[in-house]
């Protein structure tokens, strides 16, 4: 059985137990998959992509929000009223 892996890095489990911080910094900031007999196990992520992945996702949440507002009837409120 094939499967994809989703990075152009990856490593094994026994390589990342040997020297983690070794197997996170020879990647340059890009993900990892970590394979187990040769299959993805998991995708080790840096902490700063994965902060902006955190971002992205809520972005997207926000503008799928917006996007469901958008055509709902408006309520006019003059500022000094408020």
């Known amino acids: ?8 890095i990856a490593a094994s489990i ?3 137990k ?3 911080m070794k197997v996170v910094s020879s990647a340059h900031g ?6 187990n007999r040769n299959e993805p196990a998991f995708y080790c992520v840096p902490a700063k ?3 902006a992945m955190l971002e992205k ?3 997207l949440e926000l503008l799928a929000l ?3 507002r958008q055509n709902e009837p408006s309520i006019s409120v003059n ?3 408020l």
């Open 1 to 8: 059985m094939t499967t994809r892996i989703l990075t152009e």
């Open 14 to 16: 026994t390589e990342l």
């Open 18 to 20: 040997s020297n983690p």
């Open 30 to 35: 890009e993900p990892i998959a970590v394979l």
């Open 49 to 51: 992509t994965y902060e």
């Open 57 to 59: 996702l809520e972005d």
């Open 66 to 68: 917006a996007e469901e």
């Open 79 to 81: 500022i000094d009223d």
